[in-house]
């Protein structure tokens, strides 16, 4: 089986990807994820995805960067992209962050694919993330898997999963801007 590195944004919208990608691949999760704020709500989504996955077995790589001067970081990069809504430019640049740091990741680890979980959600544009990710594959040299995760009702089953495990879902993106945009997900 090909080892695949899986970005990952939250446990719940991990739990549908997973159920579709872990006949074909071994995969293992990767969180590195700046753009949540603020630092406990960051804290929180990632204490959650990691009793997810050690309930589960699933392999879970965490990023290794101090928050505070990651999400000044990434601040810096979609600075005057603000006001953007959610979809728009200020997204197509903190999808290629995270990608990014996935492809580098995969690379240093031996993987043979990186992909990222962002298309399960309706709010998330699977097209632009995966020409990001066709880029960043040639830049790095590792494959990227294309996809579009919420096709198939991956989306409904990512909520009937949660549900069931009970786990905690946010109500918004993540960062402080999409706070603005606060829905039911
Ligand atoms: S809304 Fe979500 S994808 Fe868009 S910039 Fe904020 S955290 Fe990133």
Request: with cysteine.
């Amino acid at each position: 089986m090909k080892r695949l590195l899986l970005h990952t944004c939250c446990a719940p919208c991990l739990t549908s990807v997973y159920e579709q990608l872990h006949d074909t691949y071994e995969v293992a999760v990767f969180w590195y994820n700046p753009s949540i704020w603020p630092k406990k709500e960051h804290d929180k989504r990632l204490k959650v995805l990691t009793e997810y996955c050690k309930e589960h077995y699933i392999k879970l790589y965490i990023g290794d960067y101090k928050y505070s001067e990651e999400h000044k970081f990434w601040k810096e990069s979609i600075k005057g992209l603000e006001s953007e809504p959610e979809r728009d430019k200020r997204c197509e640049i903190c999808y290629k962050i995270r990608l990014e740091a996935t492809a580098w990741v995969a690379l240093e680890k031996h993987f043979d694919l990186f992909a990222s979980e962002l298309s399960v959600s309706p709010h998330k544009d699977a097209k632009i993330l995966n020409e990001l990710g066709s880029a960043i594959s040639k830049e790095v040299g590792v494959e990227y898997l294309k996809n579009d995760f919420k096709r198939g009702d991956g989306f409904k089953r990512s909520v009937e999963i949660s549900k069931e495990c009970g786990l905690y879902r946010q109500n918004y993106c993540g960062c402080e801007y999409s706070t603005r945009d606060i829905v039911s997900r």
